[in-house]
């Protein structure tokens, strides 16, 4: 029966080595938008002759928030140990996960939230 309780008991979810999260905000109605980014599935190879300079993955993403509709594209490039060496985004701008949190962080209580 201890099989059973090991499988009934919860537990937080494991984020995978290969996954990392992407924060942007919207550059329209600045609306915080946290994108999850799996490394194997979602990265295109290059293929690239040996010695040729360049980017060994990239990754092409749109990203439309809740608030408006406004487009956010998004374009990294990664090396060949999946390291991310160059970022370019449009209709937006990247936030690091701090300010992400603390755009999106609830308000205390008892504090007005803004409306």
Same mark, same amino acid.
């Given at each position: 029966?201890?099989?059973l309780q090991?499988?009934?008991?919860?537990?937080p979810?494991?984020?995978?080595?290969t996954?990392?999260w992407l924060?942007?905000?919207?550059?329209?109605?600045g609306?915080a +938008?946290?994108?999850r980014v799996?490394r194997r599935? &979602?990265?295109?190879?290059?293929?690239?002759d !040996?010695?040729e300079? @360049?980017?060994a993955y990239?990754?092409?993403?749109?990203i439309?928030?809740?608030?408006?509709?406004?487009?956010i594209?998004?374009?990294?490039?990664f090396d060949h140990?999946?390291q991310?060496?160059?970022r370019? +985004?449009?209709g937006g701008t990247?936030?690091?996960? &701090?300010e992400?949190?603390?755009q999106?962080? !609830?308000?205390?209580a @008892?504090?007005?939230?803004e409306a």
């Amino acid at each position: 029966m201890r099989w059973l309780q090991r499988l009934l008991r919860r537990q937080p979810p494991r984020e995978s080595a290969t996954v990392f999260w992407l924060y942007v905000r919207c550059g329209r109605c600045g609306e915080a +938008i946290a994108v999850r980014v799996d490394r194997r599935y &979602e990265l295109v190879s290059e293929l690239r002759d !040996p010695g040729e300079e @360049g980017p060994a993955y990239t990754l092409h993403k749109d990203i439309v928030g809740n608030r408006c509709f406004q487009r956010i594209t998004v374009a990294l490039a990664f090396d060949h140990r999946l390291q991310v060496i160059e970022r370019h +985004i449009h209709g937006g701008t990247f936030l690091s996960e &701090e300010e992400y949190r603390s755009q999106t962080r !609830p308000p205390a209580a @008892g504090q007005p939230s803004e409306a």
